[in-house]
């Protein structure tokens, strides 16, 4: 057993705008808030055990504002809802590495290519780089909908996101 426990429960009042990183991992959260003022936050570490750690369920609290988050680690939450939770951290325009694995969200068909469909600057999800042959499918994928009306129509910035 660990000889400390970890308490943090909420992350209101995180007013740092010069911090860097942040591990949060295996504590007691089960919403985020006050995160948009963390506008120096690169590295983020959310991850939960899956059982009683972070039992976060939802990606609310990020912002436009947090510019340079490049890392964000969810692994062991219980991020269950893709497309709409997807569409909470698109707003991060420097995002690079995610890791939802051991998520409900991580055992959905083709979650993947939703991913990177909706977030096309990630270049890792689950540490894993999207290959050439994934970018390909997605954009398949996105012109299928596009076709068949499946795409939102209010879409000003060309990403690839579906309601």
């Not at 808030?33 to 972070?54: P, Q």
């Not at 510019?67 to 893709?82: D, E, F, H, M, P």
């Not at 910035?157 to 579906?162: K, N, Y």
Request: with cysteine.
């Amino acid at each position: 057993k660990q000889w400390y426990q970890r308490r943090v429960a909420i992350t209101a009042g995180l007013g740092l705008p010069k911090l860097q990183r942040l591990y949060l991992g295996e504590n007691l959260l089960t919403q985020l808030s006050d995160l948009e003022k963390c506008v120096s936050l690169k590295i983020l570490h959310l991850r939960g055990d899956g059982e009683t750690t972070n039992q976060l369920e939802s990606l609310d609290g990020f912002s436009k504002n947090m510019v340079a988050l490049q890392y964000l680690n969810l692994r062991g939450t219980k991020i269950s809802a893709l497309k709409p939770e997807i569409k909470k951290i698109k707003c991060l325009p420097m995002l690079r590495g995610l890791i939802l694995k051991d998520t409900p969200v991580s055992k959905e068909e083709e979650y993947r290519i939703e991913v990177i469909m909706n977030i096309r600057n990630l270049e890792r999800l689950d540490k894993d780089i999207f290959t050439d042959e994934e970018r390909q499918e997605a954009q398949e994928l996105y012109r299928q909908r596009e076709e068949e009306g499946k795409l939102s129509e209010n879409n000003p910035d060309g990403a690839m996101f579906l309601e």
